[in-house]
């Protein structure tokens, strides 16, 4: 693979419940076999509802609610927590979003991302006859380095993980624990051009080697074991 093309699709409307995420993106665009379809996890969230009610006047007032999506809170200071979801993930706030929503409501993590890009995925398919791959993506914090990027919650029709481990790199030597997150560097690829107050919550990869297609899952290949885990 040496060329990528990476473009955001606008002009999609506000979504609500039970909106049909697939439907609007083979309306809004035109996509052909091998692309790769990354959707924000705030449209997802909205059209599936998964959202709740918090008190507008209160700053404060999404707190109970990541509590309440909690599974475990690993740190606080202040105002920010850092917990892990009943997903696996380990995100600010259990992933709490007050940002792109109307005030009263904050939006939270879809219940299987992993099966939301599979229904867009399966929708895509019967309304636009291409075989795609869907990621599902969020903004995410980085431990030890500071800024966000977007990475991948959920996907479909691609691998999240490439395994190289016993490949050879470029002098011959044998690699042993190289496994690189593709669906994250796809996801922070179209967060470029999809921004964070554009309102373009979709855009499509082009060029992505075919070899990565395959069933895939981030909860089962990203997300680490609590086993392997140095740092809980």
């Not at 083979?26 to 091998?34: E, I, P, Q, S």
């Not at 929503?101 to 599979?118: C, I, N, Q, T, Y």
């Not at 929708?123 to 800024?147: C, H, K, Q």
């Not at 997150?181 to 075919?210: C, F, S, T, Y």
Request: glycine share 12%.
């Amino acid at each position: 693979m040496s060329r990528l093309e990476v473009f955001g699709v606008g002009g999609l409307p506000e979504v609500g419940r039970g909106d049909d995420l697939a439907g609007l993106i083979a309306g809004a665009t035109d996509l052909r076999d091998g692309d790769v379809v990354v959707v924000t996890q705030k449209v997802v969230s909205k059209a599936e509802g998964a959202m709740a009610e918090v008190d507008p006047d209160d700053p404060r007032g999404h707190r109970q609610v990541v509590e309440d999506e909690s599974v475990r809170v690993l740190r606080r200071r202040g105002d920010l927590v850092i917990s892990e979801t009943r997903h696996g993930f380990v995100c600010a706030n259990a992933g709490v979003d007050l940002s792109n929503v109307e005030r009263g409501r904050a939006a939270l993590l879809p219940e299987d991302s992993d099966r939301s890009a599979r229904r867009i995925r399966d929708g895509l398919r019967a309304r636009a006859g291409v075989e795609v791959a869907v990621i599902v993506s969020d903004t995410f914090g980085r431990p030890w380095r500071r800024g966000v990027t977007d990475v991948a919650i959920g996907c479909a029709g691609i691998g999240a993980i490439l395994d190289l481990r016993g490949t050879a790199d470029a002098l011959g030597r044998e690699m042993q624990v190289t496994e690189v997150a593709v669906v994250d560097e796809l996801a922070a690829a179209a967060e470029l051009v999809m921004g964070k107050a554009d309102g373009v919550p979709v855009a499509v990869i082009r060029g992505v080697d075919r070899s990565w297609f395959r069933t895939g899952s981030v909860r089962d290949e990203v997300v680490r074991p609590p086993g392997e885990d140095l740092f809980r």
